[in-house]
């Protein structure tokens, strides 16, 4: 199947700091990634959609301006978490379903980061 | 959207067959049943998607009754690199731009 990868798979960073997360779809040209956030024992979160050449689309409650997000290939998303805090710390996913398919068409998700914040 | 609703957790021993169940009352025409597997530290992986009546293949099967209202996820004779949270995800619209919303999901424990 179509993969999907995320660098870094972890990262450390000191609170104040920002940290940017990359999502590739390495064999398949994706025009809308996902990215979701996952707390310890938790369900995935959908925080936005990430749509190639134009603004994402956030979640209700998810702040724009903390998690920029930057779309600018068809098989390259970013997250960038600003000004990080310990709160801000979680698993972060995205997904990708390639590009002109249909929903019964499943979608494709990276790895994850593991974002700790101290 | 669709709202799932699952168990929470189940176990089962090494060997038996697994059947998890999803509701979704709210399920609309154009809608699809798809299911994930995720470890933890890592990212969903797809097992099965299904429409209507009965979906099989080399991992799982997938059954659906008519109203489609509910689905049910078997695993047959599972092992211990089963153990997982399994999601039943409903698909709101068509197009790549359709979000995944995940429910709860179930937890699931092999033990020997």
């Known amino acids: 199947g179509a993969v999907v990868s995320q660098h870094p798979s972890w990262v450390i960073c000191k609170s104040g700091t920002s940290v940017k997360i990359e999502c590739r779809s390495l064999?398949?040209?994706?025009?809308?990634m996902f990215w979701y956030r996952q707390f310890p024992k938790q369900s995935l979160m959908l925080m936005a959609t990430?749509?190639?050449?134009?603004?994402?689309?956030?979640e209700q409650g998810v702040e724009k301006d903390k998690f920029l997000i930057n779309h600018a290939s068809l098989t390259l998303s970013t997250l960038t978490v600003t000004s990080a805090h310990p709160e801000d710390s979680s698993f972060y996913i995205c997904?990708?379903?390639?590009?002109?398919?249909?929903?019964?068409?499943?979608?494709?998700f990276g790895q994850g980061t593991r974002l700790t914040v101290v | 959207l669709a709202k799932t609703t699952q168990p929470i957790s189940m176990d089962s021993y090494e060997g038996q067959e697994v059947n998890i169940t999803c509701s979704h009352n709210?399920?609309?025409?154009?809608?699809?049943i798809t299911w994930y597997q995720q470890f933890p530290s890592q990212g969903p992986r797809f097992i099965i998607q299904?429409?209507?009546t009965k979906v099989t293949n080399e991992v799982a099967s997938l059954f659906i009754p008519a109203d489609r209202k509910s689905s049910t996820l078997s695993l047959p004779r599972v092992s211990l690199s089963d153990t997982a949270v399994y999601y039943c995800?409903?698909?709101?619209?068509?197009?790549?731009?359709?979000?995944?919303?995940f429910g709860t999901g179930t937890r699931l424990q092999v033990t020997l």
């Open positions: 997904s990708a379903r390639e590009t002109g398919t249909v929903i019964s068409t499943e979608a494709f």
């Open positions: 064999d398949f040209q994706a025009t809308t």
């Open positions: 990430s749509n190639e050449g134009s603004k994402a689309t956030y």
């Open positions: 709210n399920i609309a025409t154009n809608d699809y």
């Open positions: 299904g429409y209507k």
């Open positions: 995800l409903v698909g709101d619209k068509t197009g790549t731009a359709s979000k995944l919303t």
